[in-house]
């Protein structure tokens, strides 16, 4: 069975609480996709250097990660953004939004899902 990693990179522990739980009620631990999710806190300059595709699929960037989106990326690593107000899911392509419910949010890791 397939694993997601996914990191929240500079999102309130709060907030990484809450995506947490709605991800694992989402995610059944005997589903199709196991789900991992990890974070990082810190200097936003030094984060990107520790995530690699190896350890992570997904990045998703919280509000104090400032321009860290527009940072060089490795490749393998998809980078969502959520907006400064928290209401949506910003990426991977800029066209791309969707709103930040437990739901979206799913639905946006099921996507990314099926391309690992």
């Given at each position: 069975?397939?694993?997601?990693?996914?990191?929240?990179?500079?999102?309130?522990?709060?907030?990484?609480?809450?995506?947490?739980?709605?991800?694992?009620?989402?995610?059944p631990a005997?589903?199709?996709?196991?789900?991992?999710?990890?974070?990082?806190?810190?200097?936003?300059?030094?984060?990107?250097?520790?995530?690699?595709?190896?350890?992570?699929?997904?990045?998703?960037?919280?509000?104090?990660?400032?321009?860290?989106?527009?940072?060089?990326?490795?490749?393998?690593?998809?980078?969502?953004?959520?907006?400064?107000?928290?209401?949506?899911?910003?990426?991977?392509?800029?066209?791309?939004?969707?709103?930040?419910?437990?739901?979206?949010?799913?639905?946006?890791?099921?996507?990314?899902?099926?391309?690992?």
């Amino acid at each position: 069975m397939p694993e997601l990693r996914v990191v929240l990179v500079m999102v309130p522990p709060l907030l990484a609480d809450l995506i947490r739980h709605a991800l694992a009620a989402r995610f059944p631990a005997a589903g199709a996709i196991q789900l991992s999710v990890s974070t990082a806190t810190g200097d936003p300059r030094d984060i990107g250097w520790s995530i690699s595709p190896r350890m992570h699929h997904v990045a998703i960037l919280g509000p104090g990660a400032g321009d860290l989106h527009r940072t060089a990326w490795p490749s393998g690593v998809t980078v969502l953004t959520l907006s400064p107000d928290l209401s949506q899911i910003l990426g991977p392509d800029p066209a791309d939004r969707e709103p930040l419910t437990p739901d979206g949010l799913a639905r946006r890791l099921r996507d990314i899902s099926e391309t690992i």
